[in-house]
């Protein structure tokens, strides 16, 4: 072979040679390229353990559900009683039936004809028209009983054995059957039966 003809042949090589790197680069900066290439590490960032702000999130909601337990508490959702829950079933249901028994008594004896109680599943219902109705119910899951009333609102009351019975959830110098006999002795005198107000007996809690 003749010295030219071997300038020449290297001469080609040499340019297969940088063709082939130009094609290279051109295919690995593609858009093509690009996508396929942002799709695996998308792939492979989703398939990444939980970061440490992903615990500190976790560990923000337990924070929050402390708190809102706090306010819980803060507002009577739970109770300060010693009562087990077998306690507060059985003096609770004593109680309720003879809050009712005496309820029938007053509205049965003292009250104008269209006034009525019910009691059904821990719910005591007193409807007093005019005047509105009284809900008492009992809530087994705070250990209390609550009551809705038409002249003093809605109230909750936990037993406290030291206190003589059920108290004010805030007030222990509110008690459940004082509060409503109270109430419904007033709501007899507006009646204008101020003898059946003083001759009923009371709630007897």
Same mark, same amino acid.
């Given at each position: ?28 900066t593609s858009p093509l390229h690009t996508i ?14 939980? @970061? ?14 402390? @708190? ?8 009577? +959702? ?8 077998? +306690?507060?079933?059985?003096?609770? /249901? ?9 309820? +029938? ?6 009250g104008p004809n269209d006034w /009525? ?31 809705? @009333? ?30 409503? /006999? /109270? ?5 007899? +005198? ?16």
């Amino acid at each position: 072979m003749s010295i030219s003809a071997a300038r020449s042949t290297r001469l080609l090589k040499s340019i297969h040679s940088q063709q082939a790197i130009i094609n290279k680069r051109i295919q690995t900066t593609s858009p093509l390229h690009t996508i396929s290439t942002f799709s695996k590490s998308s792939q492979q960032h989703k398939r990444l353990p939980s @970061s440490p702000s992903a615990s500190t999130n976790i560990n923000g909601f337990r924070q929050f559900a402390s @708190s809102s337990s706090k306010r819980q508490v803060e507002q009577g +959702e739970k109770t300060e009683t010693t009562l087990s829950p077998e +306690e507060y079933e059985k003096i609770s /249901e004593r109680d309720m039936d003879l809050l009712h028994e005496n309820l +029938e008594i007053y509205v049965e004896q003292y009250g104008p004809n269209d006034w /009525e109680v019910e009691y059904s599943s821990g719910v005591m219902t007193l409807k007093l028209p005019p005047h509105g109705t009284y809900v008492i119910n009992k809530q087994p899951p705070n250990l209390q009983i609550w009551i809705s @009333s038409p002249v003093s609102g809605p109230s909750r009351f936990d037993f406290k054995q030291n206190q003589g019975g059920w108290v004010h959830h805030r007030n222990d110098d509110i008690k459940l059957g004082k509060l409503l /006999e /109270e109430e419904l002795r007033g709501l007899l +005198e507006k009646q204008g039966n101020k003898g059946g107000s003083e001759e009923w007996e009371g709630t007897g809690l």
